[in-house]
């Protein structure tokens, strides 16, 4: 069974900035897409962005030119760099493995991301 560890979660005022990592326990993914979710208390986990092997990236429109997903492929470290947060992006922060050849769907334990004044 994978593991994916996350960090850089924490606390910040609105306008701040966060970076977010997830890793693997282990490598040898293949294909995959990498992304990153979250979910606000009372509401549903959402998509936040995905970046694939090739680096194609997609983004939750709430986020764009705010938040810039990226990948090391060389570590399958996946990586999210929130600027200008708002309060509205106070959530728990999932990252997910997808495979694109072989099926398989990897959720990371959750960070919490906190803004407020």
């Known amino acids: 069974q994978v593991q994916l560890v996350e960090s850089g979660g924490g606390s910040v005022q609105p306008g701040g900035s966060l970076r977010l990592s997830c890793a693997p326990s282990?490598?040898?993914?293949?294909?995959?897409?990498m992304g990153w979710y979250r979910q606000a208390p009372g509401k549903q986990r959402e998509l936040v962005a995905t970046?694939?092997?090739?680096?194609?990236?997609d983004y939750a429109d709430s986020v764009k030119g705010r938040f810039t997903i990226s990948r090391d492929n060389a570590k399958n470290t996946v990586y999210l760099q929130m600027n200008s947060l708002k309060p509205e992006d106070t959530a728990v922060y999932y990252c997910?493995?997808?495979?694109?050849?072989?099926?398989?769907?990897?959720w990371g334990q959750g960070t919490q991301v906190t803004v407020t004044s």
């Open positions: 997910n493995f997808r495979g694109v050849v072989v099926a398989y769907n990897y």
């Open positions: 282990r490598n040898g993914f293949g294909s995959l897409i």
């Open positions: 970046i694939s092997t090739g680096g194609t990236t």
